[in-house]
């Protein structure tokens, strides 16, 4: 299984093939090109999806770029 870790400088993600973990509202914002709070406000809002790790919030970029998708479509 082939696992590659960024940095934390950079936006830690642990990678295997296509998914990529994304820990944090600031990572999640730096992938999605937004502030951390609009993150915030996006899951409150509009359903973005995240889940948590313990008290850390994380999200699947294959999940995000899918659920950018289906908004841009509606």
Excluded: H
């Excluded at 609009?38 to 919030?57: A, D, E, M, N, S």
């Amino acid at each position: 299984m082939n696992m590659k870790i960024e940095p934390r400088g950079e936006s830690l993600r642990m990678a295997t093939g296509k998914k990529c973990l994304l820990q944090g509202d600031k990572r999640i914002a730096r992938y999605l090109g937004i502030s951390p709070r609009r993150v915030k406000y996006l899951r409150r809002t509009y359903g973005l999806p995240v889940f948590q790790i313990g008290r850390t919030i994380c999200a699947l970029t294959e999940r995000l770029d899918a659920w950018k998708e289906e908004r841009a479509s509606a």
